[in-house]
Every structure is written in structure tokens, then in C-alpha cells.
């Protein structure tokens, strides 16, 4: 098998963050950036002015990466290098980072978990969506390990990016420009833990669970908290993902009552 083809890039803001950046990635300048884009600017600049290679694995990661992570840039080169063909010989197209396990697993879905953080997203971004052309319902949604990720810590092949791209410039123009309603709210502030944050943060960084729903891939989350994925009886978060992960694969409903079931078992705040 041929060594995958690796970019990742990790953004700095300015001086402080440049020098803490992980000498395996590769430095992304977003120091005259605006600041209520966070990453999502730097990353979509780079794809509007970049031609990709179809083969090879991209990724924009936040100066944050392994604080959050715990995983270095050495460690996820060898994980991309090891892991790119999966167990039944394919090649695997998107690799989603574990982080935020315990809370992707209690909700059914990102979507719920935006609303229960901040209220108003769900249908906010439900609106956003309708008028960027994208009908998904995302009441219905299930999100795992398997096709949903936080921070926009991903790490895929051209064909991701491209769709990932087409959303996220109809959504910055639909930010920027849009004096109706919608265009009004996602320009106000909500709350991220004590201190207000740009709704418009939290509604892009859930463009993964959109685009991997829009389309076949193949995943493979990494991380430590892949770990928690033990069926052990008192791993109830495990145990959630587990039958959540096998509704999506048989849509047997007996398995999301199970989910429901479990989730009723432990209180998670976030």
C-alpha cells in the first residue's frame, strides 16, 4: 500500500499561538482574520485559493488541537498512515476526532446538543440550512463517533472538502449579507460556558454532521476517547453510542427505545 499523502494545517492568530504550534502541522495564518469567525474563515480562504489533490487527507485545526485532544502531530500522521484502509480493504475518505465523546453520545444529535446549549439553535440552523438549498431534517438525525465530530477537527480527502466548502461559502455570504430574520440572528451573540460567543460558531462547526449526511463515506474516528467504546455494562455512554450506531445501520427501533432507555440512566449537562 502507498504511504497516504498528508496536509494539515494547524491556524495561529497571532505570536503567542504561532509559537505554540505543533511542528508536525503546518502553519496557517489567520492573524488579520475576523475574530467572530474563529477557524472557520482561515479554512474556508484556503479552499477558495487552493486546488486539492484528489488523494490527499487535509486538515485546519485550532492552536487548541491537543489540549483538547491529547493527540500530537506525530501521533496523527502515524494514525492517518495506519488506519487509511480499513479493516474490509477500503479506503477510508474522513477521519473525525472523538473529542467531546460523552456529549455527541447522550444527544441524539449534534443538533439537539446546539439547543440544549444555546437556545434557538435548532431551528435557526434548520432555517439557515432551507435557504442555503440543504433539506435535511435534523430532528431525525443520529449522530456518532461514525459521521459526526466537534471543533471541525477532521481530517479527509478532497471530495469532504469540496462539499464542505460549497456550504460554507452560502453560508458566509447568508451571514454577511442576508438582511432578513435569519440573517439578523445569526449575526447575535449566544453563550459558550461565561462569556457571549458568535451563533454562527456553533452552526458552522455542525457542517461535518451536514455534509457526511449528504453523502457515502467512509469514517474512522480517532482519539482517546475511541476508547469509551467498550460495551462494558457500566459504560453507559458506550453503551449509548453502541445502539445508536446500530438504529443507523437497521433502523430497527427497538434499538433507538434502547438508546432513549440508557440516556434516562445518567444526567450529562452539556
Known amino acids: ?3 497516504p499523502k498528508i496536509e494539515i494545517y494547524q491556524i495561529y492568530y497571532n505570536e503567542a499561538t504561532k509559537q505554540s504550534l505543533d511542528p508536525d502541522f503546518i502553519p496557517l495564518d489567520n492573524t488579520h482574520g475576523p475574530k467572530e469567525w474563529y477557524e472557520f474563515y482561515p479554512m474556508l480562504q484556503f479552499l477558495n485559493t487552493h486546488e486539492l489533490d484528489d488523494d490527499t487527507y487535509y486538515g485546519f485545526l485550532s492552536p487548541k488541537f491537543f489540549e483538547k485532544t491529547g493527540v500530537c502531530g506525530k501521533d496523527l500522521h ?36 446546539g ?15 432551507r435557504k442555503m438549498g440543504v433539506f435535511l431534517d435534523l430532528k431525525s438525525m443520529i449522530s456518532t463517533n461514525y459521521n459526526s465530530a466537534f471543533c471541525n477537527y477532521v481530517i479527509a480527502k478532497k ?8 456550504i460554507a461559502n452560502q453560508f458566509y455570504a447568508l451571514v454577511e449579507n442576508d438582511q432578513s430574520e435569519i440573517g439578523r440572528m445569526l449575526r447575535q451573540n449566544t453563550r459558550y460556558m461565561t ?8 452552526i458552522q462547526e455542525r457542517f461535518v454532521s ?18 469509551k467504546l467498550n460495551l462494558d455494562a457500566d459504560n453507559i455512554f458506550g453503551l449509548c453510542h453502541y445502539f445508536k450506531t446500530k438504529y443507523e445501520q ?21
Open 159 to 166: 471530495r469532504y472538502w469540496q462539499q464542505w466548502q460549497k
Open 1 to 3: 500500500m502507498n504511504t
Open 210 to 227: 451536514v455534509v457526511l449526511a449528504m453523502d457515502g463515506y467512509r469514517t474512522m474516528p480517532f482519539g482517546f476517547e475511541t476508547s
Open 115 to 129: 439547543e440544549r446549549n444555546h437556545p434557538g439553535f435548532l431551528s435557526l440552523m434548520q432555517l439557515s440550512l
Open 250 to 270: 437497521t433502523r430497527n427501533m427497538e434499538d433507538l427505545l434502547m438508546y432513549q432507555k440508557l440516556k434516562e440512566l445518567v444526567y450529562f449537562p452539556w
Open 78 to 113: 502515524q494514525i492517518i498512515q495506519r488506519h487509511a484502509i480499513d479493516v474490509d480493504g477500503n479506503r477510508v475518505d474522513v477521519f473525525l476526532s472523538s473529542v467531546g465523546f460523552n456529549s455527541l453520545t447522550y444527544h441524539q444529535n449534534v443538533f439537539y446538543q
Open 195 to 202: 462569556d457571549p460567543a458568535p451563533m454562527r460558531a456553533f
